[in-house]
C-alpha cells in the first residue's frame, strides 16, 4: 500500500495505541500527520509517562490507569508488541469488529524498499547489525530498526525504493505478521520467552512468520546446525540458504579450516578468514555466516572483510569494559537466556568468574549448569532466579563455589574480590532483567557504572 493510499483510508478514523512508550511514540506521531483521531493508552498514570504533554499538544486523547482499554471506542487498534494479542480486552475488540495490527505490521504495510528481516533466539542484533554495516560498505542507503534503535515508523516518508531496511524482530513482533520480508534470517530457535507465549509450539509458530508469507522469488536463510531451524527448509515457500559452522554445504555458506566459504551454482569462494572477525567467541563466527549468506548478492568480498577488521561489536554483547589490577571485565548483559550465556561462555579460552541471574522466563537452566561447571572458576548469582541456577549447577558437580548477592552491586564487588590478576570477570544473566531492571541496557550500564568505580 502507498503512504497517499494509507493516509487516505485512516483519514479521521478512531485509531487507538496501546503503550506510550518510546517504541510507540513515532507511530501516535504518525497517524496524527495522517489525519487519524488518536487515542493513546497505557496502564500506567500519567504522572509516569514522560511524553503526555506532547501527546496532548498534537491533540491526542490520552488514557491511563487500570481500566486504560475499558470501553475503547475505535476503528483500529495498534497493540505494543509486548502484548499478548489473545488477551481478553484485544479478543473484545477484535470481536466487535476492530481491526488490531501494530508498528512492525503497518511499516511492512508501508515500507518501499527491500526488507532484510532478522530473527533467532540468539544473536539477532548482531546479525542484523552485520547485514547493515555490509550493505552501507557497499554503498547502499541503509535503514536499520526494528527491535534495535528508534522505530522506523516514523521515518517511512524518507525511506527510497532504492534503499534497503534491515529489522531485527522478536517473536513478539512477528506473532500476529502476516507479511514476510523478501530476505528472513534465523539465527536459531531454542526455548525462550516461555513466560509470555503460551508454550514452546506458539514460540516456534511466531518465529516462523517471518518466512510463512514470502513469494517464491524470495530467500530464507536457515541455521543448519540448529534442528528447529534446519526444519524449517519443508516449510519454506522462498529459495533456502543454509549457513553451517559443522558441514559443508553445496547451497549456501559454511566453516572450513578456519575460514568462512561460500558454495553457489557450483561455485567455491572463499569469503573470510575468521581471525580477521575482530569481534570474540564462535557464535558470532555463525553471526557473520549468517549475515554473508543474507547479502552476498549485494556486496563484496571486500567490502565483508572491511566490516569484520573494523565492527568492535554492539553494546552489551560480551563488551570489554576495563582492567584493574590485571582483571578484565566485560559486560554481556544482553543475555537473557541460557542458551546466550552459553555461547559467550565459549568464547573465552580460560575459566571465568561468572555473575548470573536474574527474571524467571520459566526456562530450565540444567544444561547450563553443566557448562558452568566446565567453564566457570567462580559462580555468583544475584536476582529472582538465583536458587534456580544454584540447584542446576550444584546438580551438575560440586567444583565451582557459589557465592549468592542481594544486588547488582554487591555481585560486582564480590566477583572482584574473589579475582586474581589474569582472571575474567563476566556479566552474563540468562536471564531477563525485569525483577530489578527495566531492561538489559539499564542493567548493563549499572554493571559499568560498579565497574568502573571499583
Known amino acids: 500500500m502507498s503512504i497517499e493510499a494509507f493516509k487516505a483510508q485512516i483519514l479521521q478514523k478512531k485509531v ?46 490520552v488514557r491511563c490507569g487500570s481500566d486504560y482499554l475499558e470501553h475503547l471506542d475505535c476503528d483500529c487498534f495498534f497493540r505494543t508488541p509486548g502484548m499478548y494479542p489473545e488477551m481478553p480486552e484485544i479478543k473484545r475488540l477484535r470481536e466487535a469488529g476492530v481491526h488490531i495490527s501494530s508498528e512492525m505490521e503497518l511499516f511492512f504495510a508501508l515500507c518501499p524498499a527491500q526488507i532484510i528481516a532478522v530473527t533467532g533466539s540468539d544473536g539477532k542484533t548482531t546479525t542484523a547489525t552485520l547485514i547493515a554495516k555490509m550493505l552501507q560498505q557497499a554503498g547502499y542507503r541503509c535503514w536499520l530498526g526494528g527491535n534495535i534503535g528508534t522505530p522506523l515508523i516514523g521515518r517511512i516518508e524518507q525511506i527510497q525504493p532504492k534503499d534497503k531496511v534491515v529489522l531485527e524482530l522478536s517473536s513478539f513482533q512477528l506473532f500476529t505478521m502476516q507479511q ?26 511466531a518465529k516462523k512468520q517471518i ?40 547451497e549456501g555458506v559454511y566453516l572450513e579450516n578456519d575460514a568462512i566459504w561460500q ?12 581471525n580477521n572477525i575482530r569481534i570474540p567467541g564462535v ?83 540444567d544444561e547450563l549448569g553443566k557448562l558452568i561447571q566446565k567453564h566457570v572458576k567462580c559462580l555468583v548469582l544475584v536476582g529472582a532466579t538465583s536458587g534456580k541456577i544454584k540447584a542446576a549447577v550444584e546438580a551438575a558437580g560440586d567444583e565451582v563455589p557459589i557465592f549468592l548477592c542481594t544486588d547488582l552491586r554487591c555481585a560486582v564487588q564480590t566477583a572482584y574480590e574473589k579475582a586474581l590478576a589474569g582472571d575474567v570477570v563476566l556479566l552474563s544473566p540468562a536471564c531477563a532483567s525485569f525483577d530489578q531492571f527495566p531492561n538489559f541496557e539499564y542493567r548493563g550500564n549499572t554493571f559499568k557504572d560498579y565497574v568502573n568505580k571499583l
Request: aromatic share 8%; charged share 20%.
Open 263 to 274: 558454495h553457489s551454482v557450483g561455485r567455491r569462494e572463499k569469503i573470510l578468514d575468521t
Open 16 to 61: 487507538a495505541v496501546a503503550g506510550i512508550g518510546v517504541s510507540n511514540m513515532p507511530l501516535i506521531q504518525f497517524l496524527v500527520q495522517c489525519g487519524a483521531q488518536v487515542t493513546a493508552c497505557d496502564k500506567k498514570e500519567e504522572a509516569q509517562i514522560a511524553g503526555i504533554p506532547l501527546l496532548k499538544n498534537l491533540g491526542v486523547t
Open 283 to 365: 557464535h558470532n563466527i555463525e553471526n557473520y555466516m549468517a549475515a554473508i549468506a543474507a547479502v552476498r548478492d549485494m556486496v563484496s568480498v571486500d567490502d565483508i572483510a572491511v566490516v569484520a577488521e573494523s565492527f568492535a561489536g554492539v553494546t552489551h554483547r560480551i563488551e570489554f569494559i576495563r582492567e584493574k589490577n590485571g582483571i578484565r571485565f566485560y559486560n554481556d548483559s544482553i543475555a537473557s537466556s541460557p542458551t546466550r550465556t552459553a555461547a559467550a561462555l565459549r568464547a573465552f579460552e580460560q575459566k571465568v568468574i561468572l555473575i548470573a541471574g536474574g527474571y524467571d522466563k520459566k526456562i530450565p537452566f
Open 211 to 250: 518466512f510463512l508469507h514470502q513469494k517464491p522469488v524470495d530467500y530464507i536463510v536457515l541455521n543448519y546446525d540448529n534442528e528447529q531451524t534446519r526444519s524449517f527448509a519443508t516449510e519454506a515457500t522462498g529459495i533456502v540458504r543454509f549457513f553451517s559452522r559443522k558441514q559443508h554445504q553445496k
Open 180 to 205: 514476510s520480508p523478501d530476505i528472513a534470517v534465523i539465527t536459531n530457535v531454542t526455548p525462550n520467552h516461555l513466560d509470555w507465549h503460551s508454550s514452546m509450539a506458539e514460540y516456534v509458530f
